[in-house]
């Protein structure tokens, strides 16, 4: 198994993957990690990789070029290879973005990932990451739990700790990982009430944000954000927001308050089909 993360600071993964199980099977030969510097992707001179928002809105949005030509460069992909809506990796590949508004890491999922045979995983940083990698680059985006970390940094750290420990021969004794407080089967158990408590605190997600340029790759920047009208702006993120928790995690939205525009918003997305 090989783990690639790319990320802004990559002095961060300096101590935590030199310890236990994750150096033990680095060691042994059955895990390999490999950091990349973000800005070693970009091509201005101040490494930019980051920029403010189309629509409006406080805080900066990562960049689509420099990851899209990172993951290109690490995979041997032609520059701008995909014709249709999103990047084919090689097989046996993921390519994972850390997002608090991903579907959420569980047991299952390090369990999915383990026979892969390669993990690309970006680092969000600020206030998010430009929408077309999301839905054009990544295979999938993941979220570590209902809180808000300041990169996908530690999440990166972690599931490389989970997956590794089930790769054959890591942990020594195979039947460890079955035996193990989340190694479920079936179908998953259901929550405790302190964990529906806690999830109904949370409000949805956050809504999708694009950064320039306005068009990259053919994939152009909603018009509803340039436009300049504010109150169509306002809605269409709140109902890209409502889309996003619905496909990525429904479970939210039965301990969100919503508004009378809100379920007039979710139930027009559910009359559309699958978002």
Known sequence: MRFDIITIFPEFFDGPLDYGIVRRAREAGLAEVHVHDLREFTHDRHRTVDDRPFGGGEGMVLKPEPLFEAVESLLEIAEGQPQGPA?????????????????????????????????????????????????????????????????????????????????????????????????????????????????????????PHYTRPAEFRGWAVPQVLIGGNHEQIRRWRRQMALAKTLRNRPDLLAGAALSDEDQRLLKELRRQGPV
């Open 87 to 207: 990047l084919t990796p090689p097989a046996g590949t993921a390519i994972v973005l850390l997002s608090a508004s991903g579907r959420l890491f569980q047991q299952e999922t390090a369990r999915r990932f383990a026979p892969l045979e390669r993990i690309v995983l970006l680092c969000g940083r600020y206030e998010g990451v430009d929408e077309r990698v999301s839905e054009h680059l990544a295979t999938e985006e993941v979220s570590v739990g209902d809180f808000v970390l300041s990169g996908g940094e530690l999440p990166a750290a972690m599931i490389v700790d989970a997956v590794t420990r089930l790769l054959p021969g890591a942990l020594g004794n195979e039947a460890s990982t079955v035996h193990e407080s989340f190694s479920l089967t079936g179908s998953a158990a259901p929550p405790t009430t302190s964990q529906a408590s806690r999830v109904a605190h949370y409000a949805i997600l956050d809504c």
